[in-house]
């Protein structure tokens, strides 16, 4: 089996693409299918998560921002 690119989403795009061609040409069976698509999904949650942290920092640096300009505005 070739190696799985996962680093980044397009490479880990492009694998699974690669990897759903090569179980329709019946050059994979259902099983090691399966486990993959389920290591796929497993992979999608953690960048799902990673996302989400990222949008976290990204809303608590835009409060904070909001908090000094109304204390500035305050004095």
């Given at each position: 089996?070739?190696?799985?690119?996962?680093?980044?989403?397009?490479?880990?795009?492009?694998?699974?693409?690669?990897?759903?061609?090569?179980?329709?040409a019946?050059?994979?069976?259902?099983?090691?299918?399966?486990?993959?698509?389920?290591?796929?999904?497993?992979?999608?949650?953690?960048?799902r998560?990673?996302?989400?942290?990222?949008?976290?920092?990204?809303?608590?640096?835009i409060?904070?921002?909001?908090?000094d300009?109304?204390?500035?505005?305050?004095?």
């Amino acid at each position: 089996m070739k190696r799985l690119g996962m680093k980044n989403h397009n490479s880990a795009r492009l694998t699974l693409a690669r990897l759903i061609r090569a179980y329709h040409a019946g050059e994979m069976d259902s099983q090691t299918f399966r486990d993959l698509i389920y290591g796929f999904n497993v992979m999608l949650s953690y960048f799902r998560h990673a996302a989400d942290l990222r949008i976290e920092d990204r809303l608590d640096e835009i409060e904070n921002r909001l908090a000094d300009q109304r204390k500035e505005g305050n004095e």
